[in-house]
């Protein structure tokens, strides 16, 4: 865990930093304000502990500026002054906790593991995850009771693994949380801290614990043995699901022999089966582009070398040199490509240059036709287009399992049935699954159920659950929908019913995936690519012919954009070109492959509006960590556009859009939809009388408050002006009423504290309406809500 210290008392500084050190934190000490803000600009801290009494910029005004700018990392102020008028102000400023020096170190460690644990859902003291067990306060882990010694990195590299068990971490994320700016470290040094990690994981029986993720980083996955314990469905059937998590999947066992379907492979080899499987279906392209170079050798020997021929060899060998490399063969590549360069020459041809050709084309023919012998064509069939939904039932009810998976068993779906809450807490520690169906009452305790609700619905991303309850009750609904549930029947239920709304929330939820359109002449590439980035959730459309180019990105509508550079009738330079000058696509996305390492090459693709380009023949790790790199800043350029600054909530125009869609698919469903309207109450005259930056407070504490009421899939959004939306659908204007209850007295309760000391509370205008009863569109559901509002 990562802590920035702002304190300008060289004594304590040094002080706290042994003691925090010693517990295993990563600590980064600054002695002023300004020179914190600028750290906390430029990295994520798990913790700020700030002195209030700092040079250049105090700690409460450091504290406000963070908090006005979307900065939701726990902070612990430190004072010297035992006046409960400056603790006030810290804590409204948007400080989580203060302790008053002189410091008990104790209660700072006590202090900073509760602040930690915090976050935005429950967390035990204790980190466990099957046999192994972490304990913050004392430093110790152990597994199945026996003390690992680790040194003070290797143990920061499993209290993160520990606190994030299903997130990925590349070896940049690792290096930004583990290490300080005063020590950085080559990501080899990440590599090897992992290394004996593992070893000292593995000498005490927690055997492959942390995942090498192809292309990606790090995680921990407990491993196959506690995976095929954790989820066990019908008996005798092993373990279902598509796409599962990665290396915990098992395949089905059937008289000693292996079922023909592999359930869930490791990535990498499924990858590697893939591109075997493409081999057998290209062989016949491959072979054919070999006989256009061996027509060239036999043209040479005979001396009817024509130009056309040599044109059409030197092709041919920039098709070779871009896919070889992709089965393995760097040694193919690296010859084609000295083919395509000595044909590539103006002139004639010298003697010498024809002997090296027919050399190279001879040694890359024999490499060509030994590929074409080893493949293994019984390792793959055909190559799903998509991948298979990973969908969970957590169900004793092994009937319902069964019924669910004939369902769906012609979509090429599977169901996986877990029969109690252990064996799915387990499983669900290390997998992150498209949808949970969860039996609230008949899998185990219920509080724990509830946790696990809650648990799915605060993920990043959020796992949707449908929850099947013993009762309707409103009251049921209610706290269902507090803690995260996407979806509510009561049973019995069929499995049909079951079905029905699961493909609801599949549907809403599958729009979040990332779609990407690649372009490229050759087939194989195009088919080559679909292993490479599918398996990550990825929809990738392949396009062989460039003239068709604009009439597909209409419809595909891409996050991302793959040209190749060199293509025939238009080239990837000018589809480039092209889309920059259309306003809709001037911000996509565009990856550039290209066979060609020239600096002109590059040049060019930079110069026309390319964001990147990859070097046939294509590593699948570099695209991924390329496509990644580039969808997560067009992402955060987008919520720019789409999300209020100030509060980090969708803004106007963004939460219109997606109240327009909640509203389509309640038609679609026949469902009703809420708008609830919150307002602050003469919001003009609280930024007049005690200024904006109170004002802004209010808001941005606000904004907090509805971000954790509500999570499970409403819309919500600040229009401005002190004034909030809430869209919630399948609920009745009585239950959202209901619902609102107690935020709004939570509201109430809330005191502000202005620049000059004074405390002041503010007055919510609330008002709810239903769709279609009280209005067809928003408008003029936002119309009747606005002349209907009162006071709370």
């Not at 080893?374 to 969970?392: F, G, H, K, M, W």
Request: aromatic share 6%.
């Amino acid at each position: 865990m990562r802590i920035l210290l702002i304190e300008d008392e060289e004594i304590l500084a040094s002080v706290l930093l042994k003691s925090l050190t010693k517990q295993h934190y990563v600590v980064d000490v600054v002695q002023d304000g300004q020179m914190g803000w600028e750290y906390t600009q430029s990295t994520n801290y798990d913790l700020l502990l700030i002195d209030v009494g700092l040079p250049k910029l105090d700690g409460i005004t450091l504290c406000q500026r963070l908090r006005s700018n979307g900065c939701f990392t726990p902070i612990l102020l430190m004072t010297a002054k035992d006046g409960s008028r400056e603790r006030i102000q810290g804590l409204d400023a948007g400080a989580d906790d203060y302790l008053i020096k002189p410091l008990d170190l104790e209660e700072l460690q006590a202090r900073i593991r509760a602040l930690i644990r915090r976050g935005d859902r429950p967390c035990t003291p204790i980190l466990e995850v099957g046999s192994l067990r972490l304990d913050p306060s004392s430093c110790e882990v152990t597994y199945n009771n026996k003390l690992l010694e680790l040194t003070a990195k290797e143990y920061s590299l499993l209290e993160l693994f520990l606190r994030n068990p299903s997130r990925v971490f590349s070896r940049g994320d690792i290096i930004e949380h583990l290490w300080t700016f005063d020590d950085p470290p080559q990501e080899e040094t990440v590599k090897s801290h992992i290394k004996y990690l593992r070893q000292k994981l593995k000498a005490v029986g927690a055997v492959d614990w942390i995942e090498n993720v192809y292309g990606l980083g790090y995680r921990l996955n407990p491993g196959r043995e506690q995976g095929r314990q954790g989820g066990r469905g019908a008996e005798g059937q092993g373990r279902q699901g598509g796409r599962g998590a990665e290396g915990q999947g098992e395949q089905g066992k059937q008289g000693g022999k292996e079922k023909s379907q592999v359930v869930s492979p490791q990535v990498e080899e499924q990858f590697q089966q893939a591109m075997g499987g493409l081999w057998k279906q290209y062989e016949g392209l491959m072979v054919q582009r070999l006989t256009v170079l061996e027509e060239l050798a036999a043209a040479l020997s005979n001396k009817t070398l024509t130009q056309e021929l040599r044109k059409s060899a030197e092709r041919e060998a920039h098709k070779l040199a871009g896919v070889l490399g992709m089965f393995e063969q760097d040694n193919g590549t690296q010859l084609a490509r000295e083919i395509e360069q000595i044909l590539g020459k103006d002139g004639d041809l010298s003697a010498s240059e024809k002997r090296q050709l027919l050399t190279l084309i001879e040694d890359l023919g024999n490499i060509i036709n030994l590929m074409g012998q080893n493949v293994d064509y019984q390792t793959s069939t055909a190559i799903a287009v998509e991948i298979s939904s990973r969908l969970i039932l957590i169900d004793p009810n092994l009937q319902l399992g069964s019924q669910l998976q004939q369902l769906v068993e012609c979509m090429g779906i599977c169901w996986q049935q877990i029969s109690n809450l252990e064996d799915a807490k387990n499983f669900l520690q290390t997998t992150s699954p498209d949808l949970v169906v969860l039996n609230i009452d008949d899998i185990g305790w219920r509080k724990e159920s509830l946790a696990l609700l809650s648990d799915l619905a605060t993920r990043t991303p959020p796992v949707p659950v449908l929850v099947l309850a013993a009762t309707d009750e409103l009251v049921e609904r209610v706290t269902f929908a507090q803690y995260g549930a996407r979806g509510f029947l009561v049973k019995p239920v069929t499995a049909a019913q079951v079905w029905d709304v699961s493909s609801q929330i599949l549907q809403r939820t599958r729009s979040l995936r990332v779609n990407i359109l690649a372009v490229d002449d050759d087939p194989l590439i195009l088919a080559a690519l679909r292993p490479m980035l599918e398996p990550w959730g990825m929809r990738m459309t392949g396009l062989e012919n460039p003239l068709r180019f604009w009439e597909v990105l209409q419809s595909t509508k891409p996050d991302l954009l793959i040209l190749d550079v060199e293509m025939p009738h238009i080239n990837g330079i000018e589809l480039c070109r092209a889309v920059r000058t259309d306003p809709q696509w001037q911000e996509l996305p565009i990856v550039f492959l290209t066979a060609h390492r020239e600096m002109e090459t590059v040049q060019q693709v930079f110069a026309v509006g390319g964001d990147d380009y990859v070097v046939k023949p294509v590593v699948g790790a570099e695209l991924l960590a390329r496509i990644t790199h580039r969808l997560e800043r067009s992402r955060l350029l987008q919520s720019f556009s789409t999300k209020d600054p100030l509060t980090g909530l969708a803004n106007q125009f963004q939460s219109n859009r997606d109240l327009q869609h909640l509203i389509a698919q309640a038609e679609k469903n026949q469902q009703s939809v809420c708008l609830a309207i919150l307002s602050v109450t003469d919001f003009r005259q609280i930024n007049i009388k005690y200024g904006h930056q109170a004002g802004n407070q209010v808001l941005q504490r606000w904004s907090r408050l509805f971000q954790s009421a509500f999570c499970s899939g409403e819309v919500v959004g600040y229009w401005g002006n002190g004034e909030f939306v809430v869209g919630v659908s399948g609920l009745t204007k009585t239950e959202v009423n209901h619902r609102l209850g107690e935020i709004l007295t939570t509201l109430r309760q809330q005191i502000f504290t202005a620049f000059d000391g004074d405390r002041f509370q503010v007055i919510c205008n609330f008002a709810v309406v239903e769709y279609p009863n009280d209005g067809l569109t928003i408008q003029s559901l936002y119309q009747v809500g606005s002349n209907a509002g009162y006071n709370s």
